[in-house]
């Protein structure tokens, strides 16, 4: 039998992406309202969205790099720009000089939950078409 969950996969990296960027926007993630930026990042910046900067802005889907899952290739991801991995981290953990700890990056309850049936369904088809293949009938 013939397993191919790329259309799930690639469902489910989307959900996971969009779910960032949603809690980017909103500014909070994981159920935590994320901690504001200080009076002088706010002036450098000229605005007060945390996590959004000059050259490190990850409030849009387009700033993430995505590979999607294939056939062949059963596995999808979603990785930070490069020269933005610093800065992510910096935010995710927090830092003794002052960053305080952002957590923003990872797979949410909520998208767990959206993502858990697209699985289930996709391979309850494939399951059941590779029995009917094999002659069995549903009862």
Do not use: C
Not at 37 to 60: C, F
């Amino acid at each position: 039998m013939r397993i191919d969950l790329s259309r799930a996969l690639n469902k489910s990296i989307d959900i996971i992406l969009r779910d960032i960027v949603n809690g980017i926007n909103r500014g909070t993630q994981f159920r935590h309202r994320f901690k504001p930026n200080a009076p002088s990042t706010i002036a450098q910046k000229g605005h007060d969205k945390v996590l959004v900067g000059e050259k490190r802005s990850w409030e849009t889907e387009a700033n993430f790099i995505v590979e999607h899952a294939t056939p062949a290739k059963q596995e999808s991801s979603v990785t930070l720009p490069e020269g933005t991995e610093d800065y992510a981290l910096y935010n995710q953990t927090g830092t003794r000089r002052g960053i305080p700890s952002r957590p923003w990056w990872g797979i949410s309850q909520k998208a767990q939950r959206q993502i858990e049936p697209i699985i289930d369904k996709e391979l309850n088809v494939i399951i059941d078409f590779g029995l009917q293949g094999a002659g069995f009938r549903k009862l």
